[in-house]
Nanobody, 131 residues
Framework: QVQLVESGGGLVQAGGSLRLSCAAS????????MGWFRQAPGKEREFVAI???????????AYADSVKGRFTISSDNAKNTVYLQMNSLKIDDTAVYYC?????????????????????WGQGTQVTVSS
């Protein structure tokens, strides 16, 4: 089973940027679809972004509508780390952000990721956006 450790959360003003990191051990991030989810107080955990490598420099990525155009998911396969670059942050982006690994190896070429797809979760990192 893969172990995931997130970092990079913090307090930022609206309009600012943060980059979250998710260091994986136990399995290679290029072999599994990897994703980010978030959970705001009083709300259910929701999908944010997914990345799945097809080989070489080709990968598939998809985003929730609420973050499309502002967030970018990427990975450094040599470091076995997945990133979430968050720009133009809004107060509504305040949440605990979780890294997730698909329960099965292999590539994903369409769609998103649901909680049922997840085999491993990170511990979460808090992102707070202030006005």
């Amino acid at each position: 089973q893969v172990q995931l450790v997130e970092s990079g959360g913090g307090l930022v003003q609206a309009g600012g940027s943060l980059r979250l990191s998710c260091a994986a051990s136990g399995r290679t991030v290029s072999s599994y679809a990897m994703g980010w989810f978030r959970q705001a107080p009083g709300k259910e955990r929701e999908f944010v972004a997914i990345i799945s490598w097809s080989g070489g420099s080709t990968y598939y990525a998809a985003y929730a509508d609420s973050v499309k155009g502002r967030f970018t998911i990427s990975s450094d396969n040599a470091k076995n780390t997945v990133y979430l670059q968050m720009n133009s942050l809004k107060i509504d982006d305040t949440a605990v952000y979780y890294c997730a690994a698909n329960r099965r190896p292999g590539r994903v070429t369409m769609g998103t990721m649901t909680g049922a797809d997840v085999g491993s979760w990170g511990q979460g990192t808090q992102v707070t956006v202030s006005s």
